[in-house]
DNA sequence: AAGGACAGCAACCGCCCAACC
DNA sequence: CGGTTGGGCGGTTGCTGTCCT
């Protein structure tokens, strides 16, 4: 027998939440903040345990919690996520601002599961149910990504990442295209000592590019960079593609931001500050951060619609011999992505503290 | 209209781990 | 250094609403 339940213990009430005690824990926590959560009852009022109001106050009364279904964009994403992340919805979440660990769980569980075994694919590994499907995976993956369509091409991270890498998580060249797979996630998951220190794989990392087409190169984790992006990412044009057209600087990015949401005196306020911070490299403006993990200071956005949740830079090999100021004979790939709501009117304190900390 | 099947979701359970004593 | 406690997380349960027969 596990250890019984601190509700059972202490003859407290379970089951629903009423409108009153939501009311009670909902001000209770907006007055005085989130401290002890086992105290949390007795100050509030509440016949509960502990656990309980933590558990309601993430679920369902925070006030930053996102309703609704989930757009297209954040099922994508959940998908790729959970292909590198498998069932750690808690890290999935994190990548999904205003989306609970418990909601996505139960959208996994009932939609996405269901829809991935239509699909042919199995929910467990992503591979493909039978050789069949898997011929129709395959051509669904090359047809998604080679789309290119003004950089604004919907393609979810880890099948554009696939495309470029091989059963052990190397880049393979073209040819390949292969699911994500256990081997390249080990790669993220135990990058330290095997510690399980991986923070935020997908907002950034590098992988060293091939100089020649069948010179493999590991891919790194750089996660010292996730200090600067902080979230995850939804659409990443073709690895292989470098004819993805309207580019924009970060600053640009930022100042295009601004316009857009140049009514919220707030955000404006947010963008002065961003600015300070973009207005050089953001590379250097982290550098004492990633001096040693990250090879050059240059990167680009490909992103344009600002209305997308997250965007995702990536800079080819030509780009950064043209642009950086690399001082490194390797030559590498970057990807990145930061949440564009930190930039939005969404603009939240917390999201800025991302930047706010470099 | 009734009730059985099913889906979606809120909430609980139990384990793990870090912090604290 | 071992025990205790609190918080976090993933798995699971069970309630409720909807659909179907």
Not at 149 to 159: L, Y
Not at 169 to 183: C, H, Q, R
Not at 235 to 252: A, E, F, I, K, Y
Request: glycine share 6%.
């Amino acid at each position: 027998m596990g250890r019984h339940s601190c509700c059972v213990k202490q003859k407290l009430r379970k089951g629903l939440w009423s409108p009153e005690e939501d009311e009670k824990l909902f001000n209770h926590i907006t007055r005085f903040g989130v401290g002890c959560w086992s105290s949390v009852p007795k100050l509030a009022g509440l016949q509960r345990c502990g656990k309980s109001c933590r558990l309601r106050w993430i679920n369902y009364l925070r006030p930053d919690l996102k309703r609704g279904m989930f757009s297209q964009q954040e099922e994508d994403l959940i998908i790729s996520l959970h292909e590198i992340l498998g069932n750690r919805w808690a890290q999935i979440a994190a990548q999904l601002p205003g989306r609970t660990d418990n909601e996505i769980k139960n959208f996994w569980n009932s939609c996405l599961k269901k829809k991935l075994v239509k699909q042919g694919i199995d929910p467990a590994t992503h591979k493909p149910l039978s050789t069949d499907d898997q011929k129709e995976e395959e051509s669904c993956s090359k047809r998604i990504i080679t789309t290119t369509e003004n950089s604004k091409i919907q393609i979810p991270f880890s099948t554009a990442l696939a495309s470029s890498l091989n059963d052990s998580g190397y880049y393979a060249g073209d040819d390949n295209s292969n699911a994500i797979t256990e081997a390249s996630r080990d790669i993220f998951m135990t990058s330290n000592n095997n510690k399980p220190t991986f923070l935020d794989p997908l907002s950034s990392f590098y992988a060293d590019f091939p100089h020649q087409p069948n010179n493999y190169h590991h891919l790194a984790p750089v996660t010292a960079v996730t200090n600067y992006c902080g979230g995850g990412f939804s659409s990443m044009p073709s690895l292989t593609n470098s004819d993805q057209g309207g580019h924009v600087s970060v600053t640009d990015q930022f100042m295009n931001s601004n316009k857009e949401s140049s009514s919220n005196n707030s955000s404006s306020n947010m963008y002065t500050s961003v600015t300070g911070f973009s207005s050089s490299s953001p590379w250097d403006a982290s550098a004492e951060n990633i001096t040693n993990k990250l090879v050059e200071p240059f990167f680009q956005f490909s992103a344009i619609k600002c209305e997308d949740l997250y965007k995702t830079s990536c800079s080819s090999w030509e780009e950064d011999q043209e642009h950086t100021h690399t001082n490194t004979a390797s030559s590498s790939i970057h990807f990145s992505t930061y949440p564009l709501t930190s930039l939005s009117e969404d603009l939240t304190a917390a999201n800025f503290d991302v930047f706010h900390h470099i």
